[in-house]
Nanobody, 124 residues
Framework: QVQLVESGGGLVQSGGSLRLSCAAS????????MGWFRQAPGKEREFVAA????????YYADSVKGRFTVSRDNAKNTVYLQMNSLKPEDTAVYYC?????????????????WGQGTQVTVSS
């Protein structure tokens, strides 16, 4: 069982930066692929980024590539999402999630555990 709690969301101007954190409970955290997803009002939840258990493999949606960086600290049971050059279209509730299979990391249906989400609002 893994419990996830996101933090770090807020209001930022276009071009600004935020760092989201996701603290996980559970001894097996280090073996899970961790993903970040986001959901804007009226839209489906979409993949943002993911990182494999070792930290050596990362994945990004085309819309955030080059602006966002996902990382993890297994000793602290925490995964991060550094978001730079933020745009108004990045406004959404951001969720972290954990999945054990290591395949289909961009598929939200593969994820077993989800946090409650944190709001990110980017003003123009």
């Amino acid at each position: 069982q893994v419990q996830l709690v996101e933090s770090g969301g807020g209001l930022v101007q276009s071009g600004g930066s935020l760092r989201l954190s996701c603290a996980a409970s559970g001894r097996m955290f280090r073996w899970y692929t961790m993903g970040w997803f986001r959901q804007a009002p009226g839209k489906e939840r979409e993949f943002v980024a993911a990182i494999k258990w070792s930290g050596g493999n990362t994945y990004y949606a085309d819309s955030v590539k080059g602006r966002f960086t996902v990382s993890r600290d297994n000793a602290k049971n925490t995964v991060y999402l550094q978001m730079n050059s933020l745009k108004p279209e990045d406004t959404a509730v951001y969720y972290c999630a954990a999945e054990a299979s290591g395949v289909g990391v961009q598929n939200r249906d593969m994820y077993d555990y989800w946090g409650q989400g944190t709001q990110v609002t980017v003003s123009s």
